[in-house]
T-cell receptor, first 111, second 112 residues
Framework: TAGITQAPTSQILAAGRSMTLRCTQD?????MYWYRQDLGLGLRLIHY???????GKGEVPDGYSVSRANTDDFPLTLASAVPSQTSVYFC??????????FGSGTRLTVV | GQSLEQPSEVTAVEGAIVQINCTYQ??????LSWYQQHDGGAPTFLSY????GLEETGRFSSFLSRSDSYGYLLLQELQMKDSASYFC?????????????FGQGTELSVKP
């Protein structure tokens, strides 16, 4: 089934540890995004990439980094996790910008 | 600053019509999208308006007025399965990706 695969589905992480959330798409979309969703705050853009080799900062980029080595993969790295990064993380992709396809999310708890 | 305002909760009965409004104030505007999310699952795309007017897709319609910085999602013949959160989102960027900024969501409860 075409779409976006995120891994892991959920994770409990000790504060101060690093972690990479994986995102892979098989639709050959040029643009990819990382959002976090917190109760009452909707979806907030962390980082985005309009095409392989380029990335940009969203609304809440601090504490996160991304890379886009190829079209299909867009990993999100937390270098040193803090409890405020407890959230549900969604990866998305888009071909023309009018409709995004989202992955099923990664539920991260930082303790 | 940037803001998208939509009601936090809406309740309606099965078979009725409901309208979810969205007003926005953003730096850059290239279109308004709507997404549906069930129980924290993956948001799914419903509609996109780049120009003023009404777009209809089955039971769902979406409207945009760029001069008023306002849009709405209209759901007709409500069904229990329509109970979900609905998000409006502004496309801020004309690059291929679009870069969406989302509102905080409206939780729709459909009652029998």
């Amino acid at each position: 089934t075409a779409g976006i695969t995120q891994a892991p589905t959920s994770q409990i992480l000790a504060a101060g540890r690093s972690m990479t959330l994986r995102c892979t798409q098989d639709m050959r979309h040029n643009a990819m995004y990382w959002y976090r969703q917190d109760l009452g705050l909707g979806l907030r853009l962390i980082h985005y990439s309009n095409t392989a080799g380029t990335t940009g900062k969203g609304e809440v980029p601090d504490g996160y980094s991304v890379s886009r080595a190829n079209t299909d993969d867009f990993p999100l790295t937390l270098a040193s996790a803090v409890p405020s990064q407890t959230s549900v993380y969604f990866c998305a992709s888009s071909d023309r910008g009018d409709g995004y396809t989202f992955g099923s999310g990664t539920r991260l708890t930082v303790v | 600053g940037q803001s998208l305002e939509q009601p936090s909760e809406v309740t309606a009965v099965e078979g009725a019509i409901v309208q979810i409004n969205c007003t926005y104030q953003t730096s850059g505007f290239y279109g308004l999208s709507w997404y549906q999310q069930h129980d924290g699952g993956a948001p799914t795309f419903l509609s996109y308006n780049a120009l003023d007017g009404l777009e209809e897709t089955g039971r769902f319609s979406s409207f945009l007025s760029r001069s008023d910085s306002y849009g709405y999602l209209l759901l007709q013949e409500l069904q229990m399965k329509d109970s979900a959160s609905y998000f409006c989102a502004v496309r801020q960027d004309y690059n291929q990706g679009g870069k969406l900024i989302f509102g905080q969501g409206t939780e729709l409860s459909v009652k029998p």
